[in-house]
């Protein structure tokens, strides 16, 4: 079974820093579309970045220069280094993967994570 774990959440004081981590496992034959969605609460999810074979990363503005996806597919691995952390970036953060398995080589389907804590508090 295809499995996204995130890791790397953690309490963190404006101004500083987080990575974090998302490695799928299981069955997988291909991954293409990553993503990273965040939820604060009394919200709903949104994009955060995202990234797609032939293009470059996407960020919503209000990350763009702030945040950094990249990806290591060898690893079927997503990044998302968060820097100059602001209290508005507090949230859950999801990863997203749309993943090919062995059984089914000819047919993506998209995969999700349990999410991670992100919480900037001084």
């Known amino acids: 079974q295809v499995q996204l774990v995130e890791s790397g959440g953690d309490l963190v004081q404006p101004g500083g820093s987080l990575k974090l981590s998302c490695g799928a496992s299981?069955?997988?034959?291909?991954?293409?579309?990553m993503a990273w969605y965040r939820q604060a609460p009394g919200k709903q999810r949104e994009l955060v970045a995202q990234i797609a074979p032939g293009y470059p990363p996407n960020y919503a503005r209000s990350v763009e220069g702030q945040f950094t996806i990249s990806e290591d597919k060898a690893h079927n691995t997503v990044y998302l280094q968060m820097d100059r952390l602001k209290p508005e970036d507090t949230a859950v953060y999801y990863c997203?993967?749309?993943?090919?398995?062995?059984?089914?080589?000819?047919?993506?389907?998209?995969?999700w994570g349990q999410g991670t804590q992100v919480t900037v508090s001084s």
């Open positions: 997203t993967m749309t993943i090919a398995t062995l059984d089914q080589q000819y047919d993506y389907t998209p995969y």
């Open positions: 299981g069955p997988i034959f291909n991954i293409k579309f």
